[in-house]
């Protein structure tokens, strides 16, 4: 069982940074990759970036030069560094890990945290 919570969300004005944080706890040796998703109103939840145990990322077109992902395993927390937000950027944001601790795979979610970036 991993857990995860998430922090850092709020209210942002057009152009301005967050830094979103995810803390993992429980079976957190078995965790292969953490991400972020988000989820706008009337939209499906999409991915916005990706880190694997290994360090290699994966970022949504639509962040692409602006968001940064990261992690430190020293503290079990991966951090989204939000840059340059835009309007297109609010929706509640979710931490995601993937964990495989045998031939099976599994998913944990965060809570979710509210970003809105006003225009």
């Known amino acids: 069982q991993v857990q995860l919570v998430e922090s850092g969300g709020g209210l942002a004005q057009a152009g301005g940074s967050l830094r979103l944080s995810c803390a993992a706890s429980g079976s957190i040796f078995s965790i292969n990759a953490m991400g972020w998703y988000r989820q706008a109103p009337g939209k499906q939840r999409e991915l916005v970036a990706r880190?694997?145990?290994?360090?290699?990322?994966n970022y949504a077109d639509s962040v692409k030069g602006r968001f940064t992902i990261s992690r430190d395993n020293a503290k079990n927390t991966v951090y989204l560094q939000m840059n340059s937000l835009k309007p297109e950027d609010t929706a509640v944001y979710y931490c995601n890990a993937e964990s495989s601790p045998s031939e099976l795979r599994y998913n944990f979610w965060g809570q979710g945290t509210q970003v809105t970036v006003s225009s």
């Open positions: 880190i694997t145990s290994g360090g290699s990322t």
